[in-house]
């Protein structure tokens, strides 16, 4: 078993979001982004891949595919395989999300 501290990871950076890997592997893939004010992330999109976006700290404005939802922490959203997903920090204070999918997205589909 691994093990992480999430608040290790928490880092902004004024040039756009931080990606932070949390956990790897054969059948599962996350990482936390780190979202400072007036930062977004995407498109996203893996056509074999579904993912969970979670809000750790802050409000986020969630797009997937054309469905939009202003969520907070805490709150999550589910984004199927195929969909392309848009983020972007609803307020102006930092935002940490959780981006969760398996299996492990292509790299070659992910495009920011």
Request: hydrophobic residues 40%; negative net charge; charged residues 30%.
């Amino acid at each position: 078993m691994e093990t992480r501290d999430l608040r290790d990871l928490v880092r902004f950076d004024e040039d756009g979001p931080r990606h932070e890997k949390l956990f790897e592997g054969k059948h599962l893939w996350s990482e936390i982004v780190n979202l400072d004010r007036n930062q977004s992330l995407g498109t996203i999109r893996d056509d074999d891949s579904d993912a969970i976006v979670l809000v750790v700290t802050g409000k986020l404005v969630v797009q997937v595919d054309r469905k939009r939802k202003r969520l907070e922490q805490w709150e999550a959203a589910s984004v199927p395989a195929g969909s392309e997903l848009f983020i972007t920090n609803a307020t102006g204070e930092p935002a940490v999300v959780l981006l969760v999918a398996a299996p492990p997205p292509v790299r070659r589909a992910v495009t920011e």
